[in-house]
T-cell receptor, first 111, second 113 residues
Framework: AQSVTQLGSHVSVSEGALVLLRCNYS??????LFWYVQYPNQGLQLLLK??????LVKGINGFEAEFKKSETSFHLTKPSAHMSDAAEYFC?????????FGTGTRLTIIP | KAGVTQTPRYLIKTRGQQVTLSCSPI?????VSWYQQTPGQGLQFLFE???????NKGNFPGRFSGRQFSNSRSEMNVSTLELGDSALYLC????????????FGPGTRLTVT
């Protein structure tokens, strides 16, 4: 079975500060990992994905994530937070033609 | 290229009724998945269809069913609605394999009274 754990259901950062959202996974096979963002009253938007190859993955809107097998982690970062980054973020792992999502992290940006 | 579209966007039904939700995937995408999102349970996988065949199914009762048409459009049906079925139902499409990345529609907000 595959699962992901997102540490911190709520994260607040100041505008311009580093954003770090944590995700740890559990998988019996090499994982395929994803980060999605959800704005209020909208569906999920794919930020980035890790399948194979380079462990540092760059996504949209300046986000990136690093796959660390030894730590079973796939944390999401952005060097400088913007007000428009306020949303809920979901980490997910793929297996058997479905995504298993974490419980989400709500990111608040402090002006 | 147009994104995933879902209709209707909002729906209010009464307990015991049934409902059908529709999803049109991105052009060329052959895999369509459905997820239920609630504040208490989060995002849960319902089922996935590929080329009109159900390829995977989540742990939901038989009241939840779906199908996919030859043009890859998909519908999901919920019969004998319960209050707990109130949720945001999200449809996602991908080219073929889910690992290629799924692209989500805006969802259908179902309220059961």
């Amino acid at each position: 079975a595959q699962s992901v754990t997102q540490l911190g259901s709520h994260v607040s950062v100041s505008e311009g500060a580093l954003v770090l959202l944590r995700c740890n996974y559990s998988s019996s096979v090499p994982p395929y990992l994803f980060w999605y963002v959800q704005y209020p009253n909208q569906g999920l938007q794919l930020l980035l994905k890790y399948t194979t190859g380079a462990t540092l993955v760059k996504g949209i809107n300046g986000f990136e994530a690093e796959f660390k097998k030894s730590e079973t982690s796939f944390h999401l970062t952005k060097p400088s937070a913007h007000m428009s980054d306020a949303a809920e973020y979901f980490c997910a792992v793929s297996g058997l033609e479905k995504l298993t999502f974490g419980t989400g992290t709500r990111l608040t940006i402090i002006p | 290229k147009a994104g995933v579209t879902q209709t209707p966007r909002y729906l209010i039904k009464t307990r015991g009724q049934q409902v059908t939700l529709s999803c049109s995937p991105i052009s060329g995408h052959r895999s369509v998945s459905w997820y239920q999102q609630t504040p208490g349970q989060g995002l849960q996988f319902l089922f996935e269809y590929f080329s009109e065949t159900q390829r995977n199914k989540g742990n939901f009762p038989g009241r939840f069913s779906g199908r996919q048409f030859s043009n890859s459009r998909s519908e999901m049906n919920v019969s004998t609605l319960e209050l707990g079925d109130s949720a945001l139902y999200l449809c996602a499409s991908s080219l073929d394999r889910v690992i290629a990345g799924q692209y989500f529609g805006p969802g259908t907000r179902l309220t059961v009274t």
